[in-house]
């Protein structure tokens, strides 16, 4: 039934009544969270756990504080940030660090980190 519905509100000109359209963001949310791990949730791979389009993921976003990508981008930001925090007796370097969720490159990696944490 969430599919059918799911189906109908996509290919409707109409918004997407409030409750459906929070739903489906709180469950985007949600897998982001769950899958931080590589492989790195996208867009793509969210729209498809969630059985939308990547056009309609981003429809249902529109109206929040922070566009889809860009949350995928943060939410693995903290995760690293975690992971580096913790250190241990062996602190993480940054192609180990971002090759786990945040970017596989390492220097791409550490301009958005730098960008995001100021270090």
Known sequence: MDLFGTLVAERSPARVPDGAREHLVLRSREHIDRHLEAP???PETVAAAHHISVRY????????????????QRRGLRECA???????TAVPNAAAVGGRGCSVNPSHFSRVFHGAYGH
Request: proline fraction near 8%; avoid cysteine; glycine fraction near 8%.
């Open 82 to 88: 975690r992971e580096i925090a913790r250190g241990g």
């Open 57 to 72: 993921l981003h429809r249902l976003f529109e109206d929040e504080a922070t566009p889809v990508a860009r949350l995928v």
């Open 40 to 42: 790195k949730p996208s």
